[in-house]
């Protein structure tokens, strides 16, 4: 078949160029196949991104727990692990349910740790016993109890990057996991064998699941019930917003069910039918806390410590009413007398009795990077005023905003470690600065994004001790905050390594606030408390929660010693002539 013939504006014939044939779904191959390949150059660069923020992550978690020496309470709960291996007896730390240390347990099965069969003595002697008194490698055990819980926290950031996705869209599910990525607190307490992260994490699994329930309740209420089980199965605390979880599962299935036209009757019908949905997800949240225990004692062998308080009230009948098991309801009592405890905190330079309800919001401002309370701040303000995201503000704002108010109201101001899951929960909420139609906001989330980076990269690798540059950086920490928020007793494997380097020989004084057994990092001091002031002259030591909280003696040396260097901004060197 010949070319068509065509007559151009000169009048003349021509023959007409050959065009390409539309494909099936009506567009031009070449088109098509060119956006193929950008979208599947765009998407490689997005799982890409993705890569690098989580694997920046797990270096800088990785290398923190292989440097850090046992926390204060990390051999509790390291020894606790093994007593669930190898004993599967509930009797040590039960004040923590036990899915926390299974977690930690599963990177212990690893070690052959021996354990003392005969051991009686407190948890904290039980802790001490196994990493340095039963032959076994404390370094090498805190690093394999730590790893499950740098695993975890980096799944968690993935939950995070599919929330934010959820509500916002590419673009700001990379922003949330750029924050939760490079939070110094998150990746300070992920890289712990402790508790607050995986607890938090669960919580906000959860929450997202419950979100996600809005299209698919039956598929995805009952996961969000093991989520929320699991939570609260880690830590007791979680129990706070278990009513306002039960009623964000009553609000997706109502929106899962709404149909147009329904009336008084049939409205009825389905809040009905989403209040007996968010009981059965209560129901699975119980199961699991209840599996936790049968895992760790198929028998649940229990008998009550002698630790465990006598607690009245409504505090004592929701011990009582608790649907789990009388271990779990023991602990809570033992967390009941806590609170009625006087505790000592330290915030801007100030030591006091008791606590103070504006603690941890003040320790957030002192320990979260500039950039990211600016985007947390936009995110929920982008959370409240954007018709597209109003529905997300229970789900997002509502959980972390209720646990918030019950933390600053508990008696213990001791970090904002009791507030994990703030970073996580806003992370979410700041993705919504993404959904605001202004060229410029791309350009300042951008800016703001990267000078997190920059924060969190600078403090590498103390992000215990991190604060932001409005309150001088890390090594200003200690003026402003004390205990987990700046020395927690992580690096006295550090000044093991800087007496041997730079005191070789010398006397040492040493006041440190810890777990780790100084002895076995090649310091050999003496306690300048139980001497003579005369005589406590040369090199002194100091933990900076110990210094924080000098009174009498303790202060009347520091009064009269001029510090000259720190170690990891967490233990101070004093000379004292």
């Known amino acids: 078949m010949s070319a068509p013939r065509i007559t151009g504006l000169d009048g003349d014939e021509h023959t007409a160029p050959d065009l390409p044939t539309p494909t099936a ?112 490698d404390p370094e090498r055990i805190l690093l394999w109890a730590r790893l499950p819980v740098i695993g975890l926290t980096l799944l968690f950031g993935l939950v995070v990057l599919a929330f934010a996705r959820d509500l916002t869209g590419p673009a700001g599910g990379l922003v949330a996991l750029a924050l939760y990525a490079f939070s110094p607190d998150v990746i300070a307490n992920g890289s712990l064998a402790t508790l607050d992260v995986p607890a938090a994490g669960f919580l906000l699994t959860s929450v997202w699941l419950l979100w996600r329930a809005r299209q698919r309740p039956y598929l995805f209420l009952p996961l969000a019930g093991v989520a929320l089980g699991a939570a609260v199965a880690t830590k007791m605390s979680m129990l706070a917003v278990v009513p306002v979880l039960m009623l964000l599962a009553v609000l997706s299935y109502s929106c899962a069910r709404r149909t147009p036209g329904l009336d008084a009757r049939e409205r009825m019908r389905v809040l009905a039918y989403g209040a007996a949905a968010a009981v059965g997800m209560a129901l699975v949240a119980v199961a699991v806390v209840w599996a936790t225990y049968l895992v760790v004692d198929p028998r649940l062998r229990w008998a009550q410590p002698e630790n465990v308080p006598d607690i009245r009230g409504m505090r004592g009948r929701i011990a009582a009413w608790l649907p789990f098991p009388e271990a779990y309801r023991d602990g809570m009592r033992i967390q009941f007398g806590f609170e009625y405890d006087i505790w000592q905190g330290f915030l801007f330079g100030r030591l006091y009795e008791g606590s103070l309800w504006y603690y941890l919001p003040a320790a957030l401002l002192v320990k979260t990077p500039l950039g990211m309370l600016a985007l947390w701040l936009a995110g929920a303000v982008a959370v409240l005023a954007l018709r597209r995201l109003r529905p997300a503000a229970p789900y997002v704002l509502v959980p972390a905003g209720l646990l918030l108010a019950v933390s600053m109201n508990g008696a213990r101001d001791l970090g904002v470690r009791y507030a994990i899951f703030v970073p996580m929960f806003a992370a979410v909420a700041a993705a919504g600065v993404t959904l605001l139609r202004r060229r410029w906001v791309y350009g300042v989330t951008a800016a703001l994004v990267c000078f997190v980076a920059v924060s969190s990269l600078r403090t590498f690798p103390y992000y215990l001790p991190y604060s932001n540059e409005a309150f001088g950086g890390p090594s200003k920490t200690h003026l402003r905050l004390h205990d987990s928020n700046v020395d927690w007793g992580q690096d006295l494997g550090r000044l093991g390594d800087r007496l041997q380097r730079d005191h070789p020989g010398q006397r040492v004084w040493l006041v440190y606030k810890g777990a780790g057994v100084p002895s076995y990092y090649g310091i050999n001091a003496a306690n300048p408390l139980k001497a003579p002031l005369g005589e406590v002259h040369g090199l002194l030591v100091v933990s900076n929660s110990s210094a924080a909280k000098a009174d009498g003696r303790l202060a009347a040396l520091l009064d009269t010693s001029t510090p000259f260097a720190d170690v990891g901004h967490s233990i101070t060197l004093y000379r004292r002539r």
């Open 25 to 136: 779904t009506g567009g031009w191959p070449g088109r098509t196949d060119g956006l193929k390949r950008f979208l599947r150059h765009r998407r490689s660069l997005y799982v890409l991104a993705v890569v690098a923020l989580l694997a920046q992550m797990a270096f800088a978690m990785v290398t923190t727990a292989v440097q850090q020496t046992p926390t204060i309470d990390e051999p509790v709960y390291v020894a606790t692990a093994e007593v669930y291996l190898k004993e599967h007896s509930l009797r040590y730390n039960p004040e923590h349910p036990p899915l926390g240390k299974l977690i930690i347990a599963s990177g212990l099965v690893f070690t052959d740790a021996h354990l003392d069969s005969g051991f009686v003595g407190s948890q904290m002697a039980l802790g001490r016993s196994v990493l340095y008194e039963s032959g076994n």
